[in-house]
């Protein structure tokens, strides 16, 4: 099982609240990684659309599924924080959503970074899609990494 498999399988243990939304990681790399959510009552608005939190869990999911494959090496003695997130809808939302997200460098620059300087901020870019593979929202999230404080 490479690393990127063992840090899929745990994503859904350690953060449950995507689990309990319905997200599901279908890919993860070293700086990518994708999910989707299947569109179901519970995800829903009231105008029988995937609702903006929803969405928002979902591109968060594989934000940091992207940021977890950049750090894999290290991931097991780093704190990773989401410090911020910028989302845009651009269309209606209906059925099975799928994120596509991707670290704004690469995972050797980033771990350089926290080598040098113990902590590193970079941004991980989600593209949310239909099943159209029409864009719905874009999100934007700002992942801080640091290493433990002795």
Do not use: C
């Not at 989707?36 to 969405?55: C, W, Y």
């Not at 992207?66 to 209906?94: D, E, F, H, N, Q």
């Amino acid at each position: 099982m490479s690393p990127f498999d063992m840090i899929k399988a745990q994503l859904s243990t350690l953060v449950p609240f995507q689990t309990f939304v319905g997200v599901e990681l279908l890919e993860l790399g070293d700086g990518i990684a994708s999910a989707k959510l299947d569109q179901r009552a519970e995800t829903s608005n009231h105008i029988k659309t995937q609702h903006a939190g929803a969405m928002f869990t979902l591109a968060e999911a594989a934000s940091g599924a992207a940021m977890a494959g950049a750090m894999a090496p290290v991931i097991l003695s780093v704190r990773p924080v989401a410090a911020g997130a910028k989302i845009g809808y651009t269309k209606i939302a209906k059925g099975t959503l799928t994120a596509h997200a991707k670290t704004s460098a690469q995972g050797s620059e980033l771990l350089a970074k926290l080598d040098a300087d113990g902590k590193v901020a970079f941004e991980v870019l989600v593209d949310i899609q239909d099943e159209d593979k029409d864009t719905v929202a874009e999100m934007e999230i700002t992942w801080h990494v640091s290493r433990p404080q002795a």
